[in-house]
């Protein structure tokens, strides 16, 4: 259960990339219904990655890293960064989104082009750590980092 929790979380984040690279694709075609739609797949995949993310994390506590010592403070950065910058996407995607519905595109352009490369980098991010720790983690069953 804890492997599949993991799983299905890195699988909805990678797919909430790949919604997101396709909507912004849609919108410089010009395409004004079918971005919102890939950008709204794009957020319920990123809710989805919290649920399951969550559910590990409660169930089963944290994973520590365990690799070679060398690698340790670059992969704290990343879970740093990572962590950061995914506690800003949730709050800057829901403000990026009710601007669109306003129709206030202006502003709904210029804090989009903050979001997708946070949100793509929040994406990649938790792929190498979730690659990162099939190898190297250490079950400590705690909620801690
Ligand atoms: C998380 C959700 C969303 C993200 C990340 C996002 C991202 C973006 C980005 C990056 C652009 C600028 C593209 C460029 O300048 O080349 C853009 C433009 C646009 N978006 Fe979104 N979008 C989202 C949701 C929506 C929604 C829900 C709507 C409609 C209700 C919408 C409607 C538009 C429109 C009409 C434009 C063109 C604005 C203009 O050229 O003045 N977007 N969006």
Same mark, same amino acid.
Request: proline share 3%.
């Given at each position: ?77 990343? #879970? ?6 995914? /506690? @800003?996407? !949730?709050?800057?995607?829901?403000? *990026?989104?009710? &601007? ?14 903050? #979001? ?6 929040? /994406? @990649?991010? !938790?792929?190498?750590?979730?690659? *990162?720790?099939? &190898? ?10």
């Amino acid at each position: 259960m804890k492997e599949l929790l993991g799983l299905l979380a890195v699988v909805a984040i990678l797919l909430s990339g790949l919604a997101l690279v396709v909507g912004l694709v849609f919108i410089r075609r010009g395409d004004r219904v079918w971005h919102p739609r890939a950008m709204l797949t794009a957020t319920v995949l990123a809710a989805l990655f919290l649920v399951f993310y969550l559910t590990k994390w409660g169930l089963y506590g944290t994973t520590a890293y365990g690799g070679p010592e060398e690698w340790r403070t670059a992969y704290y950065l990343l #879970l740093l960064t990572h962590t950061v910058l995914a /506690a @800003l996407n !949730g709050p800057l995607a829901l403000y *990026v989104i009710w &601007r669109a519905f306003r129709g206030e595109f202006t502003a709904h352009r210029r804090w989009a082009r903050v #979001l997708v490369p946070v949100w793509l980098y929040v /994406a @990649l991010s !938790g792929w190498v750590i979730y690659l *990162v720790l099939q &190898r190297h983690g250490v079950a400590t069953g705690t909620i801690a980092f």
